[in-house]
């Protein structure tokens, strides 16, 4: 749905879902009570090669498109946010290596994900969420090496990461232009792992903070040039954005699908709730809002798929998405009444995990700080 998808993309995505239904439908109300990430689960992922669509046949990945992806994403999105994140964790810290690194660095870093391994992106910090130009991480030139000093928070996957794309100063006095992108190894002495955040919501995806301490690259682990690394940074949000709200399309669907099934078998009145009108409206705005935000995030990627300028679609498939999956969750559970406030029905759970959405990969606010930048560059 949304998506004009091909044969083969339409067996991707009905692997996905049979993965899904195999996988993590019989477990996800344990590991979200228990916030458990699911490495052999997600290892048999990475079998399929899910975690590796974006990456090019040469390098020895899928090399499939954008669009397919994120139709594959979406259904990851329905069955579990956190675990669509924790494949988009990965693919977040690959997408700065394919855009910007050279083949052998893409090679490279191919050859730690594709067999798999797990990335990450480090680029916030306590003082840089929003204001991601503030990172404070420094990266100082000695010899034929960086030497990287710094912490990280919030970082998706950091916990069980190999290798991470590290943001960091390599000169202060230039501020955002002093910013640099770097590929770092997880096992490189002087990294610590600190904090294992107890989240709300996407409990199944690792969050964590990173310690760099004295940590010694090579230098040809800088990725493009010194000095571009916050482009490069908002290059690959831009192109991430879009994913995550394909994933936040498929939790928004769910939210029709859990309210639509309720409804058919709620007797209430002395008959299903689906017959009262004023439900009815509410499951149709859930589902005009799903079909909106999946459209948004499908002409948004068949743009990068094309590579023409996405950037304002972006910011909005992500905002809009995010948006309307938190407003779904919370008309499923008052759908459900009391059943859907209660532990024991799933939907509770699609509301803690919606709420990332609204927050992750630069906040909804972030996102219409960017959309009203390209509005007003138009007068
Ligand atoms: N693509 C390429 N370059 C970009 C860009 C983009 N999408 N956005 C900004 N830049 C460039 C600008 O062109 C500017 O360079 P020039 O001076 O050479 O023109 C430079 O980056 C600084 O841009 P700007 O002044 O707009 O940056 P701000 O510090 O005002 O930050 C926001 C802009 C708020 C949009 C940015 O910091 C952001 O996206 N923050 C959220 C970060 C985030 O998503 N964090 C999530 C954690 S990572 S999962």
New binding site residues.
Partial sequence: MGYVLDEAQKALVANAHEFCEKEIKPNIAQWDRDGVFPLESYKRAMDLGFHIMEIPEEYGGLGLSYVTVAAVMEEFGKYDLGYATTIMGTT?SLKTVLMNGTDAQKQMYADVIIPGGIGA?A??EPNA?????SVKTKADKVGDEYILNGSKC?I?NAQFADIFVVFASTDREKG??GLSAFIVEADRPGITIDKDEDKMGIRTSNTASVTFQDVHIPADHLLGKEGSG??Y???T??L??PVVGAAAVGLAQRCVDEAGTYMKQRICFGKPIARLQALQFMLADMEIRTETARQMVAHCLSLADQHIPY?REAAIAKCYAGDIAFQNASDCIQILGGYGYSREYPVEKLLRDAKVLQI????NQ?QR??VS?HVLARY
Avoid at 129 to 133: I, N, P, R, V
């Fill in positions: 977040l992106f680029l916030t969420g929003s204001d991601a130009a919030f998706t955002v232009k916050f482009k940074a908002m290059q949000l831009d991430a954005r950037g992750y990969e630069g906040t972030v700080v960017v930048g």
